[in-house]
Nanobody, 120 residues
Framework: QVLLVESGGGLVQPGGSLRLSCLAS????????MGWYRQAPGKQRELVAN???????SYADSVKGRFTISRDNAKNTVYLQMDSLKPEDTAVYYC??????????????WGQGTQVTVSS
């Protein structure tokens, strides 16, 4: 059983910063790509950023230059540093682990989501 547990969400003023963390727990032999998605009310879930096991990164245009994704492969943890936050960044942020290798094979997993609210 693999679980993704997110932390670090909350309420922040415009221009502020937050750091999200996501730990993948369980008997895991490796994870290909870890990433963050977000879903605002009335909108589809969208990719925010992802990072491969080799540390190649990809960002949505809307967050480039403001958000930084990183991971610790030894701890199966991915981070999202969010700076210069804007009200339009308000959403539920979901952690995703793609290509998780376990005893049972290869699969994908999602976290339960953490709320980020940017408001004055």
């Amino acid at each position: 059983q693999v679980l993704l547990v997110e932390s670090g969400g909350g309420l922040v003023q415009p221009g502020g910063s937050l750091r999200l963390s996501c730990l993948a727990s369980g008997t895991i032999f490796g994870i290909n790509t870890m990433g963050w998605y977000r879903q605002a009310p009335g909108k589809q879930r969208e990719l925010v950023a992802n990072i491969t096991s080799g540390s190649s990164t990809s960002y949505a245009d809307s967050v480039k230059g403001r958000f930084t994704i990183s991971r610790d492969n030894a701890k199966n943890t991915v981070y999202l540093q969010m700076d210069s936050l804007k009200p339009e960044d308000t959403a539920v942020y979901y952690c995703n682990a793609d290509g998780v290798q376990t005893h049972w094979g290869l699969d994908d997993y999602w976290g339960q989501g953490t709320q980020v609210t940017v408001s004055s």
